[in-house]
């Protein structure tokens, strides 16, 4: 596939310095980031996605806490994050059994819980971070790598074979780059003991900024919307004592074990489910934390959740991605493109952050699913009390009761100074403290 004229462009002007070719697997959130950062430090980015353009696959809401909205900011993309969050600002927590809804202020409660945070549906942060890309960058749509060779070589599904200085693997917890040259994830993964979905649903009428929550002993089913689409999104988490067998392919099956979870927790959960066979957008996976001695080989690493998923939906798994990113391309930088010294230096800063994701997602699995009665009560309650009281009082609450909102307010990353040549602070036009409007 021929190059476009400003990757062109940007080839010819790093004649005679011997840009590094470095090629990146995944272009969703961790790649586009990664690929945005080398630019900037003088390399030569391709990022290869399997998906035939920029993914608007219905994806679920993510999280991005203070270091990721720092990182978003030095790109000069924080106006539009703001512009693209989800507005969810009031909790409705329906306790299996109850028939008197708990309703709480969402916002106090994430305000309480992060000094910075945005909520922000996947699909949009991706395209986001690809647009912030695409004039520099060269992308592969519609073709997925399929072998990597110790020197660099690399081949594609479609297009010609070719060499580059170094790969990495951003393309998500199934990650192929991961599979080639790590083995199989069944050696590497640890399932955390529970299960997600999501489906697109037709309308958000009615919802107006509310998430729904209904929670029961180990099941808890959500309804939300954001302010600039108009279809809805339903997420279901369950726990399950085994990882389910088969091909994580299998819709059917998925779509057969979610109802299985959720038949009679609520009958709006059940209408919920009731459009799983018209939906148009559907997703399931296994919570599964991803336990690697090391994120690197040779010529290649892996980041976000390709290398460290700390487990989807409940373990800041984005925030990471992005703060992944940063520190990978800084740290080839620092080292002048040397992956010898790089990559272990890359892992070393990323080590502590990735045992403290695991520990939130273990511990947010916990308060999200209940294992009693008791539990559920304990949930909707809480979440009641910190909605209810004043700022001060309500973060100390949190801060007491979950290791998550200590986590991310305690995240550092490096600053990694960019080269000072003419052009090279394209796109640095917010200051990493500015904060967003609508959060």
């Not at 519609?142 to 072998?147: E, L, M, P, Q, R």
């Not at 070393?348 to 939130?360: D, F, I, K, N, P």
């Not at 308060?367 to 009082?393: I, K």
Request: charge should be neutral.
């Amino acid at each position: 596939m021929p190059l476009s004229a400003a990757h062109a462009a940007r080839a010819d002007r790093t004649k005679g310095r011997a840009a590094m070719r470095i090629l990146v697997s995944g272009a969703s959130v961790a790649g586009p980031v990664l690929a945005y950062w080398l630019t900037r430090n003088g390399f030569s980015v391709t990022v290869v996605e399997r998906a035939p353009g920029p993914r608007r696959t219905g994806g679920h809401a993510v999280d991005l806490f203070r270091p990721a909205l720092d990182i978003s900011a030095r790109m000069g993309v924080l106006p539009r994050i703001a512009e693209r969050a989800t507005g969810t600002n009031r909790l409705t927590v329906h306790p299996e059994g109850s028939r008197h809804p708990v309703r709480a202020d969402l916002s106090k409660i994430f305000d309480d819980a992060s000094g910075r945070h945005a909520e922000i549906m996947r699909d949009d942060l991706s395209e986001i971070y690809y647009e912030a890309t695409r004039d520099d960058v060269e992308y592969l749509f519609g073709d997925s790598v399929t072998a990597v060779s110790p020197d660099g070589e690399v081949t594609f599904e479609r297009a010609a074979p070719r060499r580059f200085d170094l790969v990495v693997g951003a393309d998500g917890l199934h990650s192929q780059v991961r599979r080639l040259v790590f083995g199989e994830e069944s050696c590497l993964g640890s399932f955390v003991g529970a299960c997600f979905g999501v489906l697109t649903l037709p309308s958000t009428s009615g919802l107006d900024g509310e998430l729904v929550m209904h929670v029961g002993v180990g099941r808890t089913a959500g309804l939300y919307g954001a302010r600039h689409i108009q279809d809805a999104r339903a997420l279901f988490l369950f726990r399950s004592e085994r990882e389910p067998e088969g091909d994580h392919h299998d819709v059917g099956r998925q779509k057969e074990l979610l109802r299985g979870a959720f038949t009679g927790l609520h009958p709006q959960v059940d209408r919920w489910l009731d459009e799983l066979d018209r939906t148009p957008a559907f997703y399931f996976d296994s919570i599964t934390q991803l336990r690697m001695d090391t994120w690197s080989r040779g010529r290649v690493t892996l980041v976000g959740d390709a290398g460290y998923c700390p487990g989807a939906v409940v373990g800041g798994s984005t925030s990471l991605a992005v703060v992944g990113a940063y520190v990978l391309a800084g740290e080839l930088a620092r080292a002048g493109g040397d992956h010898r010294r790089a990559f272990p230096a890359y892992e070393r800063a990323m080590a502590e952050h990735v045992r403290g994701s695991r520990a939130v997602a273990l511990s947010a699995a916990g308060t999200l699913l209940p294992t009693s009665r008791l539990g559920v009560w304990g949930l909707a309650q809480g979440a009641r009390l910190v909605s209810a009281l004043p700022t001060g009082p309500g973060r100390a609450l949190l801060r007491l009761t979950t290791r998550s909102a200590r986590f991310h307010d305690s995240v550092t990353v490096d600053d990694y100074p960019l080269p000072a040549a003419p052009g090279a602070r394209k796109g640095l036009t917010s200051a990493p403290g500015s904060r967003p409007g609508t959060d």
